[in-house]
């Protein structure tokens, strides 16, 4: 069980890394913009499987599962930027 302190925290962090993900789509990085949001978005987004949906406190085959998962959008992505970046 989790702490209401500690769902107070993770949400202040996930309002503060929505706040750097404005903040970098407003510095125009060029071929970096994409690449920033998209760790932006990973770390929000471990942040919310790890505490909002308790998966830090799960068995370990739901954690492969995601890892999985995660890997095979991974190379879906990674193909498509390849694919993008030499036409």
């Given at each position: 069980m989790t702490a209401l302190g500690t769902y107070v925290k993770v949400w202040l962090a996930l309002?503060?890394?929505t706040?750097?993900?404005?903040?970098?789509?407003?510095?125009?990085?060029g071929s970096?913009?994409?690449?920033?949001?998209?760790?932006?978005?990973?770390?929000?987004?471990s942040l919310v499987l790890s505490f909002f949906m308790?998966?830090?406190?799960?068995e370990r085959v739901f954690k492969v599962?995601?890892?999985?998962a995660m890997a095979t959008m991974a190379v879906i992505m990674l193909l498509t930027f390849v694919d993008v970046w030499y036409r």
């Open positions: 309002i503060a890394l706040g750097l993900t404005v903040t970098a789509a407003g510095l125009h990085l970096l913009s994409v690449l920033a949001a998209i760790l932006i978005a990973s770390v929000k987004s308790n998966l830090r406190s799960e599962m995601l890892g999985v």
